[in-house]
């Protein structure tokens, strides 16, 4: 799985964003986005379990984010409303094959990553 991420942008606070993640080779079965700030941790931001579709968000960003993905396509999104100066980082797509129901926000659990995009809200 090879995995390709666009969408990179600076907007205002309060402003919309949408970050895709193309990816080849099989589908993935679970699929995560993650962002990192300078000098923090990559944090785990939204995870979607591709066959049910289910969604998990982290609470920093829960009502605010939706995670989606197109098998058809071969892409996800991320659709970021309402942002802050602290949504500023480099946002990553991450992919698994095997499926996973918990964990899914821990960045070791994900094989496939892609080279990151960068988000600027001020």
């Known amino acids: 799985v090879q995995l390709v991420e666009s969408g990179e942008g600076s907007v205002q606070a309060g402003g919309s964003l949408t970050l895709a993640c193309a990816y080849t080779g099989s589908r993935p079965v679970c699929m995560g986005w993650f962002r990192q700030a300078p000098g923090k941790e990559r944090e785990g931001v939204a995870a979607i379990r591709t066959a049910v579709r289910n969604t998990y968000y982290a609470d920093s960003v829960k009502g605010r984010f939706t995670i989606s993905e197109d098998g058809t396509e071969r892409v996800a999104y991320l659709r970021m409303n309402s942002l802050k100066p602290e949504d500023t980082a480099m946002y990553y797509c991450?992919?698994?094959?095997?499926?996973?129901?918990?964990?899914?926000?821990?960045?070791?659990?994900?094989?496939?990553w892609g080279q990151g995009t960068q988000v600027t809200v001020s």
């Open positions: 991450a992919a698994r094959r095997a499926d996973l129901t918990t964990e899914l926000f821990r960045a070791d659990v994900y094989s496939y």
